[in-house]
C-alpha cells in the first residue's frame, strides 16, 4: 500500500476524527459526541482547537440535520496531511469565509483539507496539522460535522 495510502487511513480509522457509525445513520445528533481518545495537550493545537471552536459555534453544516461543527485535536505523527484530489470550492457564506480564514491562518492555506466519509449520512473533517513550539509534536486539529444525503 502506497505510505500515503496508509496515512490517509490512519487519519480516517482515528475514532476521535470518525467514530463508529451509530444504529440509526439517518438521524445524527446535534449534540457533541464524548469520545474518550486521547487529544493533543500541547499548547499551540490546545490553541488551535479553542479557536476553531470558538469560531464555529454558531455554524451548522446545512443538510436533513442541520449538524453543528465539533473540534478534535489528535496527535499525528507524520508532517503533513495525506494528499486528496483537489475538488471544485463553492461560494461559502459570510461564516465559512471566517471558518476558511481562520484555518488558513492557523495551518497554512496548502495544509487545510476536507474530507467527506460515508454515502447517505457523510462525515465531513476540516483538519490541518499543528506543531508544538519546539517541532516535537505533531497534531491533527479541525472540526467535524455529519452531513446527511437522501
Known amino acids: ?16 476524527i470518525n467514530p463508529a457509525s451509530s444504529n440509526d445513520d439517518a438521524s445524527p ?20 482547537r479553542q479557536q476553531l471552536d470558538k469560531v464555529a459555534s454558531d455554524l451548522c453544516l446545512v443538510s436533513e440535520t442541520d449538524a453543528s461543527f465539533e ?7 507524520k508532517p503533513s496531511l495525506p494528499y486528496t484530489d483537489p475538488k471544485d470550492a463553492y461560494g461559502q457564506a459570510t461564516g465559512f469565509s471566517t471558518l476558511q ?12 483539507k476536507v474530507y467527506l466519509c460515508g454515502e447517505v449520512t457523510v ?13 516535537n509534536e ?13
Not at 37 to 48: C, G, L, M, P
Not at 123 to 135: L, M, Y
Not at 138 to 150: I, N, P, R, W, Y
Open 101 to 112: 480564514n481562520t484555518l488558513e491562518m492557523l495551518f497554512g492555506a496548502d495544509q487545510v
Open 138 to 150: 505533531t497534531a491533527l486539529v479541525g472540526l467535524k460535522s455529519t452531513l446527511v444525503e437522501t
Open 123 to 135: 462525515t465531513v473533517i476540516i483538519v490541518g496539522v499543528v506543531n508544538s513550539r519546539d517541532k
Open 71 to 77: 473540534p478534535f485535536s489528535v496527535p499525528w505523527s
Open 29 to 48: 445528533s446535534n449534540s457533541k459526541s464524548s469520545i474518550t481518545t486521547q487529544s493533543a495537550t500541547f499548547d499551540e493545537a490546545v490553541a488551535a
Open 1 to 16: 500500500m502506497d505510505p500515503e495510502d496508509t496515512s490517509y487511513l490512519a487519519m480516517i480509522n482515528n475514532p476521535a
